[in-house]
T-cell receptor
C-alpha cells in the first residue's frame, strides 16, 4: 500500500537557522501531499499542501514542492523561530476523488533554541 | 476558531469504566475519522465514517466502537477502559482534500 517516510528526529536548530525535513512517499496513483504541524498538547493543523506534480505549497514561511520524479515533498523554511518547535507530519491522500484516507509519516520533532 | 470540537480535552479514569469521547464538527463534512496517537507520536487510524449510519474499522484494531447518527457527531466509546487504552485520541473530518483535526482527548486509564 501507499506509505510515507520521514526523517527521524529530533531536529535541533538554533533560531534563524535553515530547516529541511525530508519526506518521501510511495504511491500507486497520483496522491495529494500534505504537511501537518502539531504543537504540544494540541491536535494536528494543516500547514501546507500540494495536489499535483511541481506544485509548491507554502504557508508561514514554510515551503514544500511536490516532486514526482523523486517522489519527495521536503519541508523547508529559511529562518526558523523558537515558536516553530513542534512535531511535523508528512502525509499523502489516497482515494482519488472518492473516499479520502490520509497516510501519515511517523512525525519529526523540531526543537528550536534561542 | 475551531470547526471541530473534542471533549473532554483530558480524562483520567479507572480501569473498567465506560467512557465516551465526543467529537462534533460544524462544517457539514460527510467523512469523519478517529486516530489514536501513541507516545512515539505515530498516528493510527482506528475508525472512519463515510456519512450517517456508516462506520468502518481502520488500520489498527481497537476495542472501541463508534456511531454516526448525525452528520455532525461522531462519538467514540470504550465499554471497559484498560491501562492499554491510555493514549491521545484525535478526531478529524474531511469535505474534500485533506483533513481538519480537533484538539484531541488525552486519555489516561489508571
Amino acid at each position: 500500500g501507499d506509505s510515507v517516510t520521514q526523517m527521524e528526529g529530533p531536529v535541533t536548530l538554533s533560531e534563524e537557522a535553515f530547516l529541511t525535513i525530508n519526506c518521501t512517499y510511495t504511491a500507486t496513483g497520483y496522491p495529494s501531499l500534505f504537511w501537518y504541524v502539531q504543537y504540544p498538547g494540541e491536535g494536528l493543523q494543516l500547514l501546507l499542501k500540494a495536489t499535483k506534480a511541481d506544485d509548491k505549497g507554502s504557508n508561514k514561511g514554510f515551503e514544500a514542492t511536490y516532486r514526482k520524479e523523486t517522489t519527495s515533498f521536503h519541508l523547508e523554511k529559511g529562518s526558523v523561530q523558537v515558536s516553530d518547535s513542534a512535531v511535523y507530519f508528512c502525509a499523502l491522500s489516497e482515494g482519488g476523488t472518492g473516499f479520502q484516507k490520509l497516510v501519515f509519516g511517523t512525525g519529526t520533532r523540531l526543537l528550536v533554541s534561542p | 476558531e475551531a470547526d471541530i470540537y473534542q471533549t473532554p480535552r483530558y480524562l483520567v479514569i479507572g480501569t473498567g469504566k465506560k467512557i465516551t469521547l465526543e467529537c462534533s464538527q460544524t462544517m457539514g463534512h460527510d467523512k469523519m475519522y478517529w486516530y489514536q496517537q501513541d507516545p512515539g507520536m505515530e498516528l493510527h487510524l482506528i475508525h472512519y465514517s463515510y456519512g450517517v449510519n456508516s462506520t468502518e474499522k481502520g488500520d489498527l484494531s481497537s476495542e472501541s466502537t463508534v456511531s454516526r447518527i448525525r452528520t455532525e457527531h461522531f462519538p467514540l466509546t470504550l465499554e471497559s477502559a484498560r491501562p492499554s487504552h491510555t493514549s491521545q485520541y484525535l478526531c478529524a473530518s474531511s469535505g474534500g482534500v485533506g483533513y481538519t483535526f480537533g484538539s484531541g482527548t488525552r486519555l489516561t486509564v489508571v
